[in-house]
């Protein structure tokens, strides 16, 4: 896999993807002046969005249907730099009939100790913490 960040201005950069996505990244001050999020802030969707891709697979391997599905991910930073997270929490919001606590639980447990790489990537030096909400 190869990317590609170009320097816009001040602090953006456009950044390329193998799948031919361009997307801005940026860092201010002021969150009202820049083009995208900033990288920290992609890292946090990144984690959100491959533990969440892993569930949705699992749970449809399991021919369950999700009706409704979000993860909310809050890191928080060392105040020295790099300023890497030292902790995460995810909290998982999930809507359907058929799906069971043993289910999602069993779900998330396969997505964070196995398949998410994303999470992998941190958990050797961030507290990671999940909980989770199963809405009918």
């Known amino acids: 896999m190869k990317v590609e960040a170009q320097w816009q201005s001040g602090m953006h950069f456009k950044c390329s993807s193998p799948s031919n996505h361009i997307i801005d990244v940026d860092w201010g ?14 890292l ?9 891709m892993d569930i949705v ?5 399991k021919r369950k249907k999700l009706e409704a599905f979000s993860v909310i991910v809050e890191g928080e ?6 300023k890497i997270f030292t902790k995460v929490k995810m909290h998982y919001i999930l809507q359907g009939d058929e ?5 999602v639980e069993q779900a998330i447990s396969l997505s964070l100790d196995k398949y998410c790489s994303a999470t992998a990537m941190i958990i050797p030096k ?6 989770y ?3 009918e």
């Not at 001050?29 to 083009?35: A, E, R």
């Not at 930073?77 to 790099?82: F, L, N």
């Not at 799906?99 to 289910?103: A, I």
């Open 126 to 131: 961030a507290e990671v913490t999940w909980d």
């Open 99 to 103: 799906l069971t606590d043993k289910e």
């Open 29 to 42: 001050l002021n969150y009202s002046d820049t083009h995208g999020p900033a990288p920290m802030e992609l």
């Open 57 to 61: 697979f699992i749970l449809q391997k």
């Open 44 to 52: 946090l969707h990144a984690i959100a969005s491959c533990t969440g």
């Open 77 to 82: 930073r060392a105040e020295k730099h790099p």
């Open 133 to 135: 909400e199963l809405n």
